[in-house]
């Protein structure tokens, strides 16, 4: 449905180990990867810092691009790079947390990007919960000029993302200048985020795709 409506990437947090509401199995993500091609970039996304386990979920159902979205720093750039060794052609999105109602001069985001841009093909900015070890999925939004920072300060393409939905993103957009947009919790239905089957609301993501290419 999304890729018809014009989305370019699609992301499916997948894995063996359940680790997060609403992971799909090896299997599903497998046939979601077949479904959307040639069209779409497929995007396989990970909570985990086990090697072994990440290895044995892109075994199973190979995205074009694997999204790190665990606490950044329970996999390091070398582990990164070693993933890339193993999979030669898999691209790699680092998620980079944005602390919200902090100041960039009070967080490691900048340090972040330099420790990860050598391994890193894209990344990925979005808004982590103080409490939660993972990155995203919150539903919460961040400075903006935070974004613009980051993006400023790499040529890394950068992806924002962080409770944008079809009121905030051409804002978004006009601030940062990013390589791409990201959106789940505000294009759901209300309280089916943990059902990815049948999360993703038509109306929202009409428009939230008509907003972005608008601006």
Known sequence: ?????????????????????????????REIFEGVQPEAVRIGLTVSEDMEEI????????PDVLHLSGNIEGI???????IKNRFPGLKIMQAIPV?????????????????????SDYFLIDTKAPE???????GMTHDKKIDKAIIDSTDVPCIIA????????????????PYGVDSFSRTNYEGRAADME??????KVKAFIEAVRNA
């Open 1 to 29: 449905m999304v890729i018809g409506m014009g989305a370019h990437h699609i992301g499916v947090s997948y894995g063996k180990i359940r680790r997060t509401p609403g992971q799909l199995t090896c299997e599903q993500a």
């Open 55 to 62: 290895t044995e979920n892109l075994k199973a159902a190979f």
């Open 76 to 82: 390091s750039p070398s582990e990164v790079q070693e």
């Open 99 to 119: 602390l919200a109602g902090v100041p960039i001069q009070e967080q490691k985001v900048l340090q972040y990007v330099r420790d990860y841009e050598s391994v």
């Open 132 to 138: 939660a070890g993972d990155i995203g999925a919150t």
């Open 162 to 177: 962080g409770g944008l939905d079809e009121h905030n993103v051409t804002e978004a957009i006009h601030i940062t200048n």
């Open 198 to 203: 049948r999360c993703k609301d038509p109306d």
